[in-house]
């Protein structure tokens, strides 16, 4: 029988959530998840070797951490500055924090500047996740279509299937997916805030995918023939990829 809490590790001054699982297990056992560190322990042991073990798992979260310094900004709660820019693919907007509206959260794109209500006045930042998830929302539909219209132009020039839907979500593990059989791309709406031509190249793969499911031979192939410099865009996103948040 197993049993799981979740705890905020503190690591170089941050909160870093992680999974502890006590489970019928000999051995400890670290890893990455997408939103948390999962440290499992063996279930029988004394505190001792239980306070022993959360050591090693927080110096091995601390290691990967280290190493992989992009992931602090995963963990970390986006904060929304009153005057601060916020780029996407093709414009600048410019966070506008106006007076709090208590009756309902809504927040607006007017004219280049992305009105997010404060809990009160005179606050000049804000953050939380019902603000994230709102923005989220918000990009995704206003950019859908536009979306929609790139991958067309871009199935067009390079000769790819051109019957398609397209979907943005808002993924932290995926940057895009696609169904060959329904023909539906979903992409990452964190996207719209990479450089047109990464995000140029992740709507090229999941068109790809429509004439080759896998990553085959023939899928590579392909890619490289329609995106010559996948690899670079790729390796931008492996870099970069952790701070494109909304």
């Known amino acids: 029988m197993s049993s799981s809490t979740y705890v905020y590790l503190d690591i170089n001054e941050c909160k870093i959530p992680a ?17 948390n560190f ?4 063996p279930t029988r042991m004394s505190p001792f070797k239980r306070a022993e073990f959360l050591e090693q798992g927080k110096a091995w ?5 280290d190493e992989n310094p992009g992931l602090l900004s995963r963990f970390s709660e986006k904060t929304y500055v009153n005057g601060q820019s916020l780029r996407c693919f093709d414009r600048d907007y410019t966070i506008s924090l106006s007076t709090p509206d208590h009756r309902h ?37 206003v950019y859908r279509p536009i979306i929609f219209l790139k991958g067309m132009e871009l199935a067009s020039k390079a000769g790819l299937p051109g019957d398609f839907d397209l979907s943005l979500r808002y993924m932290t593990t995926k940057w895009g997916s696609c169904s060959k059989t329904k023909g539906k791309l979903s992409i990452n709406t964190r996207l719209i805030l990479a450089p047109e031509k990464v995000l140029d190249a992740v709507i090229l793969h999941e068109l790809c995918h429509l004439v080759h499911a896998n990553h085959s031979h023939q899928f590579w192939s392909l890619l490289e023939k ?4 996948y690899k670079i865009h790729t390796k931008w ?9 909304l």
């Open 19 to 35: 999974r502890l699982v006590y489970e019928a297990r000999k051995n400890v056992y670290f890893s990455l998840a997408s939103k």
């Open 38 to 41: 999962i440290l499992r322990f």
């Open 61 to 65: 979260v601390a290691k990967v951490i």
């Open 105 to 141: 959260f809504q927040v607006n794109l007017v004219s280049g500047l992305i009105k997010i209500p404060a809990e009160r006045e005179g606050l000049d930042k804000v953050s939380g996740e019902i603000v994230s998830k709102t923005l989220q929302k918000l990009f995704a539909r």
């Open 226 to 229: 329609v995106d010559p410099d």
């Open 237 to 245: 996103l492996k870099t970069n990829g952790p701070l494109l948040k």
